[in-house]
């Protein structure tokens, strides 16, 4: 079984200078499960679903595998929810009677070893690749001049989330490109969408506690863990509009450990 490595002190450095808040995803994934659990989420009455990238890049999420068991996948490339109003309904029509629903939605980035941002080497490989690759791709193709002249006229049929993320990226390329760091300007851009998109499909009538945990994975190159930056973690019950603030509770945990 695979196990993946601590960070040296160099490299962990080379992350928390783009994101210092983060922290190492199987610390994020024991935390949430201790306070979702003391909110009465159990292995029995809880469905976990996710909104992430399918990059396999991203075996944070299947840490939660281990406490909630099976996982019922929101999202397409870049982690926009691409099963939509449908895919929500068949979600939470699965899950236990009078039970919840957890879901952990994110966008996703790479960082290299010597701290470049959007490549890393992934197991097996030599070579660096791209991450997210979606949105990273549509970000060059949109700095090619050929590209932002002939998009319109393309034949996308096949290739409709492509598609999806390059209008995201068009919306807000003058945002991204006047960063100092557009990676992570264009990593923020696409978490906020997912953001809007999840909230967008749960019904406003839903009856039931929903937590959401929301954030951006960093990824890391062969073997290491994998870090994670939260920025939302709360319960809501649309129905009875109600919500529960679960991030300071995160965060004492977090602070518990430094």
């Known amino acids: 079984m695979f196990k993946p490595k601590e960070l040296s002190s160099e490299y962990k450095e080379k992350i928390l200078k783009y994101f210092p808040h983060a922290i190492r995803g199987d610390i994020v994934t024991r935390e ?36 909630w068991g099976n996982i019922f996948p929101l999202a397409g490339l870049g982690g926009i929810p691409f099963t939509g109003v449908t ?13 919840n629903l957890f879901i952990l939605f994110a966008s996703h980035i790479g960082i290299d070893e010597l701290g470049k941002l959007g490549n890393i080497i992934r197991r097996g490989m030599t070579k660096k690749t791209p991450t997210c690759g979606s949105a990273i791709t549509a ?3 949109f700095m090619d001049k050929e590209f932002r002249t002939s998009i319109n006229q393309r034949d996308d049929e096949w290739d409709e989330q492509q598609k999806y993320m390059e209008t995201i990226i068009e919306q807000s390329l003058p945002m991204i490109t006047a960063s100092p760091e557009p990676l992570l300007t264009l990593t ?5 969408v997912i ?33 994670f930056l939260f920025k939302e973690f709360k319960i ?10 679960l991030q300071n509770d995160l965060q004492r945990a977090f602070n518990r450990r430094i």
């Open 32 to 67: 949430v499960n201790n306070i979702l659990q003391k909110q009465n989420f159990t292995h029995e009455n809880t469905l976990f679903g996710t909104s992430c990238c399918p990059d396999e890049i991203n075996d944070f999420v299947t840490n939660f595998r281990t406490t």
């Open 87 to 99: 895919g929500f309904n068949a979600f939470s029509s699965h899950k236990p009677d009078n039970g």
């Open 139 to 141: 970000y060059n193709q």
């Open 188 to 192: 923020e851009v696409v978490y906020d």
């Open 195 to 227: 953001y809007k998109k999840i909230l967008k499909i749960i019904p406003k009538d839903f009856d039931g506690n929903i937590a959401l945990l929301g954030g951006i994975q960093i990824n890391t190159s062969k073997d290491f863990f994998d870090y």
């Open 236 to 245: 809501i019950n649309p129905k009875n509009k109600e919500e529960i603030n």
